[in-house]
């Protein structure tokens, strides 16, 4: 059936480096992904969204990077700092939100 | 803050019983997602309510049943509850089912079956 995937299940970086997280989605019908950061004992928190009909979106420190040709998903977090680290999760939307299995980011002062 | 409220914050019940678990969404949302997390795992749909009515189900066991009523807030019940219930149960609203449509998180109801 249709998933959505992340590539790497932990991702240590230092502070001040930049962090990727990767995602793969398999539904190609699906026109619009979302990541999610989790903190510990918190919902999912809403980071920066994207529709299929961009390649990219930037926001603050955060960039969200769309290739439909592999069905690729990046997040890329610059200028990392400990309050970053968290879990974070890849969706992609249709009628409902699937996530992926998530990301564990651990930002090493 | 996300402005979805979900209560109670935490719940410890027994093998066989049955709970309810509220959620409130954001001012302004007509739709109504139930999520289930367990440990270190990631968010598996159960079902989404728009304006009252059910829009998609997800894995949704038959013990467990949902609505939103008609000031739009939602319960999800849970019944026979067995150990692998506990779980981490999170609901979250958008404005509206389309695909440009963010989904919004409340904090989430631990459920703890002993």
């Known amino acids: 059936g249709e998933s959505v995937g992340l590539h790497l299940p932990t991702l240590s970086v230092q502070e001040g480096d930049n962090s990727i997280i990767n995602c793969a989605y398999s539904n190609s019908a699906s026109d619009y992904f979302i990541w999610y950061k989790q903190e510990s004992g918190k919902g999912p928190q809403f980071i920066i969204d994207?529709?299929?009909?961009?390649d990219k979106r930037q926001g603050q420190r955060v960039t969200v990077l769309l290739n439909k040709t592999v069905k690729h998903l990046s997040l890329q977090i610059a200028a990392t700092q400990p309050g970053d680290s968290a879990v974070y999760f890849c969706?992609?939307?249709?009628?409902?939100?699937?996530f992926g299995a998530g990301t564990r980011l651990t930002v090493k002062p | 803050d996300s402005g979805v409220t979900q209560t109670p914050k935490h719940l410890i019940t027994a093998t066989g019983q049955r709970v309810t678990l509220r959620c409130s969404p954001r001012?302004?949302?007509?739709?109504v997602y139930w999520y289930q997390q367990s440990l270190d795992q990631g968010l598996q749909f159960l079902i989404q309510?728009?304006?009252?009515?059910?829009?998609a189900k997800g894995n949704i066991l038959e013990r467990f049943s949902a609505q939103q009523f008609p000031d739009l807030h939602s319960e999800l019940n849970l019944s026979s509850l067995e150990l692998g219930d506990s779980a981490l149960y999170f609901c979250a609203s958008s404005v509206s089912p389309g695909n440009n449509s963010p989904l919004h998180f409340g904090n989430g109801t631990r459920l703890t079956v002993t």
């Open positions: 001012s302004g949302d007509l739709s």
């Open positions: 309510y728009y304006n009252g009515e059910e829009r």
């Open positions: 994207i529709r299929s009909n961009m």
């Open positions: 969706a992609e939307k249709g009628n409902d939100m699937r």
